[in-house]
């Protein structure tokens, strides 16, 4: 069979649902994008170049990154919301209002077809927000496509802030709430500077029919941990497999924790009883033998530094405060 050759024209709104669907399922069809095209519609927002876009006549956003997510609720633009990748989480007190907004996949595996579905104007997510191939198809459909980095300081934080409300529109949202952040890590910085010494913290994800993964360097809980205060007990980089018998040897001072659920952050008993029972041996670590554990949200370990690290970090340093007074 002899493979033949389409050149996509840019499409309208009202025909690319229909023309994207029918190019992906072509059969022997070679399909040639114009690499240069796809790629300059592919926007990254940097610290220092504003997010300049023409203005549409209604703003539909897909928010594929549960940190980008969390900041576009944060700014008051919900009602703008068409969809959301299968990370990002509704408060239960906008839920009764979000009703429409669809769930898609994972943030690094969007499929454009659901997405081209929903209509939305833009696009916007993490650096990892993915794959390729889905991004260029969104832009072949006129879609704004945002990679937002993501936040490993509090500047970059304030800056993928502006860059948001410039596309939602909420200057004065922005404003407030970056004033609000700057205060909680202000107050974040003022306990920091009560600890006499850096605790040792060991990140641990539970995974259930697997292996526990402690998180290393270079990792969301790293930068958690830092924040807050803490020496990594990890010396590695990334996220490995830990034996009972290493992380006994760790002997770390405080346990993070996340285990995809929909528990509170908090440190209890319930996560002691939870934690032993996977791996006895962390009983007779510090953090066991204090029963310093603490409950990490999913949603805190995607996108870097945003709302819900900032408020990990706050409730990390607090313990760290309690178990230093029990010293």
Request: zero cysteines.
């Given at each position: 069979m002899t493979s033949q050759t389409i050149f996509c024209r840019k499409l309208t709104f009202s025909d690319k649902?229909?023309?994207i669907r029918a190019l992906i399922i072509t059969m022997g069809t070679t399909i040639i994008f114009s690499a240069s095209y796809a790629l300059a519609n592919v926007t990254s927002a940097s610290a220092k170049?504003?997010?300049?876009?023409?203005?549409?006549?209604?703003?539909?956003?897909?928010s594929a990154g549960a940190g980008v997510t969390e900041l576009i609720l944060a700014l008051g633009a919900a009602p703008q919301l068409v969809g959301i990748d299968s990370t990002s989480q509704i408060p239960a007190k906008l839920a009764p209002s979000m009703t429409q907004v669809q769930r898609l996949g994972y943030h690094r595996m969007l499929s454009a077809e659901g997405i081209i579905g929903l209509n939305p104007s833009h696009v916007i997510g993490s650096e990892v927000m993915g794959p390729e191939s889905s991004l260029h198809l969104l832009t072949q459909a006129n879609i704004h496509v945002i990679k937002l980095n993501s936040a490993t300081t509090e500047q970059q934080l304030m800056d993928n802030i502006d860059s948001l409300s410039e596309i939602v529109g909420k200057p004065s949202s922005a404003l407030e709430l970056k004033r609000t952040l700057k205060q909680q890590l202000a107050q974040i910085a003022d306990k920091r500077s009560q600890l006499t010494s850096?605790?040792?913290v060991l990140f641990l994800?539970?995974?259930?029919?697997?292996?526990?993964?402690?998180g290393g360097k270079d990792t969301a809980a790293d930068l958690i941990i830092t924040l807050a205060g803490g020496a990594n007990a990890a010396d590695f980089d990334s996220y490995k497999s830990v034996s009972g018998e290493g992380i006994l040897a760790l002997n770390p001072e405080v346990i993070l924790l996340s285990h995809r659920s929909e528990q509170s952050m908090q440190a209890t008993a319930a996560l002691f009883d939870e934690v032993t029972k996977q791996i006895p041996l962390v009983a007779h670590t510090k953090a066991g033998q204090q029963q310093a554990f603490i409950n990490l949200k999913p949603e805190a370990l995607i996108g870097g530094l945003g709302l819900?690290?900032?408020?990990a970090a706050d409730t990390l340093v607090q313990q760290f405060l309690v178990t230093q007074e029990i010293k």
């Open positions: 649902a229909f023309a170049k504003p997010v300049n876009l023409p203005e549409t006549k209604q703003t539909r956003l897909v850096k605790p040792k994800l539970l995974q259930e029919g697997r292996p526990a993964r402690v819900s690290a900032i408020d």
